[in-house]
């Protein structure tokens, strides 16, 4: 199934979910585990992600209509390259940095992608927000 990510990957994707995980740093203990499916009150948060046959993509927000005219608008975030090694998902933006998710899960219709790092904590989680934590980020995406 790996071998065919290279191709299910290209489109449009939308993210529908978010699963955040804060851990504490030195015992790996697990401190918050919350799900957020951007519908509802969190529709405004989904974004989508659109990779291209040549490996080019980008990261931009969600249309939506402006109230004055008749058209729908987005905001591209980032515009990047990305490379798929095994199950690893590699981005490198345009304007500088790269990240690397693991790939979770892909196939014609979901995909679901993961990231891992060092952060503070949302104020209002009840957690230290001096404190770094491992944070670790489950995003699923369906296929538009």
Do not use: C
């Not at 931009?60 to 990305?82: G, H, I």
Request: proline content about 2%; aromatic content about 10%; cysteine-free.
């Amino acid at each position: 199934m790996k071998a065919q990510y290279q191709k299910l990957i290209i489109g449009t994707w939308k993210s529908t979910s978010q699963n955040t995980r804060i851990y504490d740093l030195n015992t790996d203990e697990l401190l918050k585990d919350t799900t957020i499916n951007f519908t509802g009150h969190y529709a405004n948060r989904a974004w989508l992600e659109i990779y291209n046959k040549d490996g080019s993509g980008y990261v931009t927000s969600l249309p939506t209509n402006n109230q004055n005219e008749l058209r729908q608008e987005s905001d591209t975030t980032a515009f990047l390259t990305y490379a798929i090694l095994g199950s690893n998902l590699t981005l490198k933006q345009t304007n500088g940095g790269s990240a690397t998710e693991p790939i979770l899960a892909l196939d014609n219709t979901d995909m679901d992608l993961q990231s891992t790092s060092t952060g503070n904590a949302p104020a209002n989680w009840g957690l230290d927000t001096k404190t770094l934590f491992k944070i670790t980020l489950s995003t699923h995406y369906t296929k538009q």
